[in-house]
């Protein structure tokens, strides 16, 4: 079974407006982080913001937020304000603290995201 | 500051051929991963290497071998490279494997074509 699920391959937004990247995922793991990455069109992988299992606060890093709902296991990104640059895919990612998958991360497909001016 | 630096950024292979992906960091990490990404996917973890003399496999390791040479050097080898490793490669690193917090830090990629 996929243990981190993007079901949005597409999305577009309008300049200025925000919007939410799903993500849901699978573990068993008490201990587990989940990251959000991006990857512009030129390729490399840009770091986000991450939320910890155990954290009661949603992440927050500048226009990113991450909405956490641990019992629904989801972790969706949401990006307000969206700029023109914010156009790139983003990746929701998994680290296990525990077990046979202890330190691996698994990446989801990803969501391409295109904000229209 | 360099952080994760890959190279060849561009490589062509023909089937058979064998070849090595470098991949260095200045970050002081102890751990090391070398992942694939094929079109439209996210990535998948080829190997990796916790700290210096360790290295395990992950999902997709067959047709790689991987040799973390000292703390900051972590490379992979192609044997005999086939048209389905056609790929983007990417190295990562992260202060420690067992630290579910810590994000990974990415080189630029190296892409791969074999033909």
């Known amino acids: 079974a996929q243990k981190i699920t993007q079901t949005q391959p597409g999305m577009f937004v309008q300049e200025k407006e925000a919007v939410t990247l799903d993500c849901t995922y699978d573990t068993s793991d008490q201990s587990y982080g989940l990251f959000w990455y991006k990857q512009p069109s030129s390729g490399e992988m840009i770091f986000l913001i991450y939320q910890g299992s155990y954290d009661e606060q949603n992440a927050t890093e500048g226009r990113y937020s991450l909405n956490f709902q641990k019992a629904r296991k989801s972790a969706n990104l949401v990006i307000s304000a969206s700029q023109l640059g914010d156009s790139a895919m983003y990746f929701c990612a998994m680290r296990e603290g525990r077990g046979t998958n202890a330190g691996k991360s698994t990446f989801g497909d990803g969501t391409t995201l295109t904000v229209k001016p | 500051n360099a952080g994760v630096t890959q190279t060849p950024k561009f490589q062509v292979l023909k089937t058979g051929q064998s070849m090595t992906l470098q991949c260095a960091q200045d970050m002081n990490h102890n751990s090391m991963y070398w992942y694939r990404q094929d079109p439209g996917m996210g990535l998948r973890l080829i190997y990796y290497s916790a700290s210096e003399g360790t290295t395990d496999k992950g999902e997709v390791p067959n047709g790689y071998n991987v040799s973390r040479l000292n703390k900051r050097e972590f490379s992979l080898r192609l044997e005999s490279a086939a048209p389905s490793q056609t790929s983007v490669y990417f190295c990562?690193?992260?202060?420690?494997?067992?630290?579910?917090?810590?994000?990974?830090?990415f080189g630029d990629g190296t892409r791969l074509s074999i033909l």
């Open positions: 990562a690193s992260s202060e420690y494997t067992g630290e579910v917090n810590q994000p990974q830090h």
